[in-house]
Nanobody
Framework: QVQLTESGGGLVQAGGSMRLSCTASGRTFNPYGGWTVSWFRQAPGKEREFVSAMPWSSGITMYSNSVRGRFTSSRDNAKNTVYLQMTMLKPEDSASYYC?????????????????WGQGTQVTVSS
């Protein structure tokens, strides 16, 4: 099993920045076996939305059109942690943000493809 723990959410004004963290643990955690770590978000009454995907081995991230140029994902191998740096935040970025792991190295945007999920962290952007 793999456990994912997100942190870093909160309230921020529009135009501000925030960094989310996602730390992975568990006996079977093996990102170099070809895993992808991604971020999704879900606002009340809406479907879960793809934000970014990063195959752990490459560290090269793909972003959704709505966040490209504003959000940056990175990883710290030593800490088994992935970060989502969010800048120029907009009220429409408000949502619960989830990190997820897929045990394949690709850029899937489909939540159903991901086997492991964190509990989510709330981001609220005020106008």
């Amino acid at each position: 099993q793999v456990q994912l723990t997100e942190s870093g959410g909160g309230l921020v004004q529009a135009g501000g920045s925030m960094r989310l963290s996602c730390t992975a643990s568990g006996r079977t955690f093996n990102p170099y076996g070809g895993w992808t770590v991604s971020w999704f978000r879900q606002a009340p009454g809406k479907e879960r939305e793809f934000v970014s995907a990063m195959p752990w081995s490459s560290g090269i991230t793909m972003y959704s059109n709505s966040v490209r140029g504003r959000f940056t994902s990175s990883r710290d191998n030593a800490k088994n942690t992935v970060y989502l740096q969010m800048t120029m935040l907009k009220p429409e970025d408000s949502a619960s943000y989830y990190c997820a792991i897929r045990t394949l190295a690709d850029y899937s945007r489909l939540p159903a493809d991901y086997e492991y999920w964190g509990q989510g962290t709330q981001v609220t952007v005020s106008s």
